[in-house]
């Protein structure tokens, strides 16, 4: 099996990806535009290229993990200009389902294939491997770059046509989307009601009315830390977006996760753009009058 694989992207995701791939002892050659991203990711064993049609020469199969859908689509053109063929490129960021089709013709009218692979979990979650892949497209494709999907998650999903990873993707953040802020208010009742958020955590987190959520953004809405993100607000203002508009063209009613995007969408408003979404917790407590000093 060849252990040479390509990195586009290396950002919080992306670059998680290449740092367990490189320590797994695959060959990984990267590239991103953040010369500071690049130069992490050849500290920890990562051949950076010149340019993404230089990673699509390297290697035969390809990972990307890009912010926009514009960085996505010029990628995809980038690889169906350069001189390799044949090639399998496992898109792993969040998109929309127009986006993630359009990414696939571009590089099909090229003789390559795309594969529809977003990954569940947080940046800090992708530091630890504590990743799902949710991959889709092309079955043979998709078992070819499995071993190199494992490389830096603890599960790879096959759901079968390509498109059917972001449909679940987005079903799987609309939990989130939700869980977070139920954490977030449960946690500002506990306060209002004079208990220790700390302690809260603990104690809820042993029982039945546990979440992931509780679990891994608990512990930074009791400390109220909310920098560095593992997600900033930001972004997940792109994926709560995305979902929204799934949810919509499909005429299905979402109003648990309205009601939850109108909170982050607050916590915009408020400042926290470049924090962890998380701080959904300090919307709350302001609405519940409660001063807990500063935030971070």
């Known amino acids: 099996m060849d252990r040479t694989i390509g990195i586009i992207g290396l950002g919080m995701m992306g670059g998680a990806f ?3 791939l490189a320590a797994g002892g695959w060959k990984v050659v990267g590239f991103d535009v953040d010369a500071a991203r690049a130069g992490e990711a050849r500290e920890a064993g990562v051949e950076i290229a010149a340019g993404a049609a230089s ?7 390809i990972v990307t993990s890009l912010p926009t859908p514009g960085a996505a689509l010029e990628v995809a053109r980038t690889i169906a200009g350069a001189k390799a063929k044949g090639r399998i490129v496992a898109e792993a960021s969040t998109l929309a389902l127009e986006d993630k089709l359009a990414f696939q013709r571009i590089l099909a009218e090229a003789g390559h294939t795309a594969l529809d692979c977003p990954v569940s979990g947080t940046g800090a979650q992708a530091a630890v491997k504590d990743l799902v892949v949710f991959a889709s497209g092309d079955p043979a494709a998709v078992a070819r ?3 190199a999907l494992a490389g830096f998650s603890r599960k790879v999903w ?5 498109g059917n990873g972001s449909k679940m993707k987005f079903v799987a953040n609309h939990l ?3 869980h977070n802020v139920a954490a977030a208010e449960a946690l500002v009742l506990a306060m209002k009601a004079g208990l220790d958020p700390h302690k809260v955590v603990e104690v809820v987190g042993s029982g039945a009315g546990t979440s992931r959520m509780l679990e891994i953004r608990g512990p930074m809405m009791a400390q109220m830390r909310y920098v560095p993100a593992t997600v900033r607000s930001t972004i997940w203002k792109k994926d709560v977006a995305v979902i929204g508009e799934f949810a919509a063209d499909l005429a299905c009613p979402t109003p648990l996760f309205d009601l939850s995007a109108s909170l982050y969408r607050a916590a915009l408003a408020m400042g ?9 917790c300090a919307v709350l407590e302001r609405m519940a009058g409660i001063e807990r000093g500063k935030q971070e």
């Open 145 to 147: 770059v499995t071993p």
């Open 18 to 20: 290449a740092r367990h």
């Open 272 to 280: 926290y753009g470049d924090a962890d979404t998380a701080a959904v």
């Open 176 to 178: 989130v989307a939700i």
């Open 55 to 61: 990673v699509a020469e390297a290697a035969s199969e």
């Open 158 to 162: 096959d759901l079968g046509p390509y």
